[in-house]
T-cell receptor, first 113, second 115 residues
Framework: SQQGEEDPQALSIQEGENATMNCSYK?????LQWYRQNSGRGLVHLIL?????REKHSGRLRVTLDTSKKSSSLLITASRAADTASYFC?????????????FGKGTTLSVSS | NAGVTQTPKFQVLKTGQSMTLQCAQD?????MYWYRQDPGMGLRLIYY???????DKGEVPNGYNVSRLNKREFSLRLESAAPSQTSVYFC??????????????FGPGTRLTVL
């Protein structure tokens, strides 16, 4: 019952470059969240964007949401080695009984110096 | 503030053994969750507790039981472990379960291997 699907599965860039990850989902949502997971750690919330918002910023993060295309993107500008992690989108399970948040499979970002 | 804590961090079981994973949060959150994370599968919800005194099945509840001991603590029990339950287990909490317009806070995870 995966709702969000991230693309690409893996991304390798150099420090200082921008990283863009995409998330597509299938059913209508009220909001979409992005989380980061460092290797061997739990997930950490990055940003939440509501269905009536088109763009949101938080520091070096920029999230866009296109409800007509059922997609979202996460842009990390001026990447650093510390941004190396897996990134997950999570959508609210509007039509999924018993599931408040549905997580995608994630994009693994590797930033080399 | 410790946030969400989980014990143990690692565990190896033999098929058929039982164990309980412990989780506690100190943020006064109403809702708590248990997820499992498998390679290439993302996170899947096992059970959740929307509020103290209630528990409900998630996407993959078979083979598990849970107890919401009090507002702080939410445990996950494997009665008879199977190799298919080899996974990383995460506990999480949030202010409310629905609507899910609030962030979830995750524990560090328990890495379980069932031989």
């Amino acid at each position: 019952s995966q709702q969000g699907e991230e693309d690409p599965q893996a991304l390798s860039i150099q420090e200082g470059e921008n990283a863009t990850m995409n998330c597509s989902y299938k059913t209508s949502i009220n909001n979409l969240q992005w989380y980061r997971q460092n290797s061997g750690r739990g997930l950490v919330h990055l940003i939440l964007i509501r269905s009536n918002e088109r763009e949101k910023h938080s520091g070096r993060l920029r999230v866009t949401l296109d409800t007509s295309k059922k997609s979202s993107s996460l842009l990390i500008t001026a990447s650093r080695a510390a941004d190396t992690a897996s990134y997950f989108c999570a959508t609210d399970g509007v039509n999924q009984a018993g599931t408040a948040l549905i997580f995608g499979k994630g994009t693994t970002l590797s930033v080399s110096s | 503030n410790a946030g969400v804590t989980q014990t143990p961090k690692f565990q190896v079981l033999k098929t058929g053994q039982s164990m309980t994973l412990q989780c506690a949060q100190d943020m006064n959150h109403n809702s708590m969750y248990w997820y499992r994370q498998d390679p290439g599968m993302g996170l899947r919800l096992i059970y959740y507790s929307a509020s103290e005194g209630t528990t409900d099945k998630g996407e993959v509840p078979n083979g598990y039981n849970v107890s919401r001991l009090n507002k702080r603590e939410f445990s996950l029990r494997l009665e008879s472990a199977a190799p298919s339950q080899t996974s990383v287990y995460f506990c999480a909490s949030s202010e409310v379960w629905w609507p899910p317009n609030n962030e979830q806070f995750f524990g560090p995870g328990t890495r379980l291997t069932v031989l």
